[in-house]
């Protein structure tokens, strides 16, 4: 996709591409990840990496290296945990107590986005849902890819 996007004359791509990568930490190792998320905003690509906990990211990439990979990525989705530096870590970037994170609700999620104020919401468990309960899912998916409007959602729940 780099190569691509360096060939057209803006030296970016034409459809901005973002990158989903659940379990990121946990999976494959990928050589120089830290430099090549450094630099592929600018060619309309972008990364969102999903982990449990920047422990598993420190053991796969080193401290420095996790922590410039977590702060390239445009949003973060906390789905809570064990982990005290994990939970120091959000408490700072959200600017909310450690107390608030360490003891989130199950039920509750954290979403935190580039030049957006953190959004606690809640958390849908799939096996606890009706089927029709995954065009919230595809509302979720449409923020984080940056396609969300609220006046839109907010309009198409006004009965006509």
Known sequence: MCSTADKSPASRLDVPVRIILDDFATNVYIP??????????????????????????????DHYRARTIINNCDHLLYLGGQDLETAHYISER??????????????????????????????????????????????????????YDKKQKENQSIPA
């Open 94 to 147: 959200a600017n909310k107590p450690l107390e608030n994170i360490l003891y989130m609700p199950l039920d509750r999620m954290m979403i935190l986005e580039r030049g957006q104020q953190p959004v606690f919401s809640e958390r849908v468990m799939p096996e606890e849902t009706e089927p029709d309960i995954w065009d919230e899912f595809a509302d979720i998916e449409e923020f984080l890819l940056g396609g």
């Open 32 to 61: 120089d990840f830290d430099k090549l998320i450094s630099v592929i905003r600018s060619r309309e690509i972008s990364v969102s990496i999903i982990i449990q906990s920047l422990t598993q990211l420190d053991a796969l990439y």
